[in-house]
């Protein structure tokens, strides 16, 4: 989904793009990873690849969160300071900020109380990632850097219901539930977490602008800067698919962190701010899963 939205937003700059399939290089394999990055010699690298999925995902297989993201980050940035890339970016998450951080989240949070128990893994995973960019600069004076998006959502999502997000689940369960003419949807949890959304075109332009124009040893946060709540979520999804049916409570699913808005400072100081608001992006979105 990343990937996609910042090749689409590539289109507008003057580069070529290079990109590759999964089945012609495995980034698990680290004798394929150095052998493109040999054959290609990128001048720029967009670090979007990762193992993903939503809250039950995170939670039911913490090993494939944590040994696929170690083995993608440390396989893409080592062959890229092997060919000598004079820039990289890598996204994170936002679930790399402690389970009770002042809210909205600094970039300065990183590291300082424990982790949300259902995604550690995938934290984890991802704050190495972070480090794994520091190390080199300061090791060997590559400009890599790191963004930190929040939760994203958009066309090239992953709808199937066990693995995905929040959004791309709510979405397909309002539309099935809108053409069998249901009563109700189930919502997982509370409805009380907060949660931040950002269209990934945003994210997209976002990380165009920091590989343009940022370079230093701090990830930025990489946000809308405004949260709701899940049943608020469910509500605006409910709306605009024209579903409206009852909202049911599943209570024997996770609420996972009950808050993680992060603070846009650092982004909006560099001049950026997001174009798209919610209503559209779950519109838009929409369109999306019916066409495809
Ligand atoms: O998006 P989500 O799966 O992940 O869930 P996180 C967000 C909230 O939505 C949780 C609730 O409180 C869920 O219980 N929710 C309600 C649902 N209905 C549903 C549903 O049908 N499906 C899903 N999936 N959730 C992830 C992390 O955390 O966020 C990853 O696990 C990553 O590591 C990602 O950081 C951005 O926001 O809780």
Redesign the pocket.
């Known amino acids: 989904m990343v990937g996609s939205a910042i090749v689409r937003r590539l289109a507008r700059e003057n580069c070529e793009v290079l990109t590759t399939t999964r089945a012609e290089v495995d980034l698990l394999d680290q004798a394929q990873v150095r052998s493109w990055f040999a054959r290609e010699r990128p001048d720029a690298v967009f670090l979007a690849a990762a193992k993903?999925?939503?809250?039950?995902a995170?939670d039911s297989l913490p090993a494939d969160f944590l040994y696929e993201n170690l083995m993608i980050e440390a396989n893409v940035i080592e062959a890229a300071h092997r060919v000598d890339v004079a820039k990289l970016l890598f996204l994170g998450?936002?679930?790399i900020y402690p389970k009770f951080a002042p809210q909205p989240i600094p970039e300065e949070a990183l590291l300082t109380g424990p982790l949300e128990p259902?995604?550690e893994w995938?934290?984890i995973a991802k704050i190495a990632g972070i480090k794994l960019a520091q190390a080199y600069r300061r090791q060997y004076g590559r400009d890599f850097i790191s963004a930190m998006p929040?939760?994203?959502y958009g066309p090239g999502d992953n709808f199937d219901?066990r693995s995905?997000?929040?959004?791309p689940?709510?979405i397909r369960?309002a539309h099935e539930a809108k053409l069998r003419g249901a009563e109700s949807i189930?919502?997982?949890?509370t409805g009380s977490?907060r949660?931040e959304f950002l269209y990934v075109d945003d994210c997209a332009d976002a990380c165009v602008e920091l590989m343009i124009r940022y370079s230093d040893d701090v990830h930025v946060n990489v946000g809308s800067g405004e949260d709701v709540t899940?049943l608020e979520l469910?509500r605006l999804v409910c709306d605009v698919v024209g579903f409206a049916g009852e909202i049911v409570h599943d209570l024997t699913?996770?609420?996972?962190?009950p808050r993680?808005l992060m603070s846009a400072d650092k982004l909006a100081a560099l001049g950026w701010k997001p174009r798209t608001t919610l209503e559209a992006g779950v519109a838009e979105t929409y369109r999306w899963f019916q066409a495809n």
């Open positions: 993903v999925g939503g809250i039950l995170n998450s936002s679930c259902t995604n995938y934290a929040t939760n994203l219901l995905s997000h929040v959004m689940a709510l369960k189930e919502m997982w949890g977490p949660r899940i469910t699913k996770p609420d996972g962190t993680k």
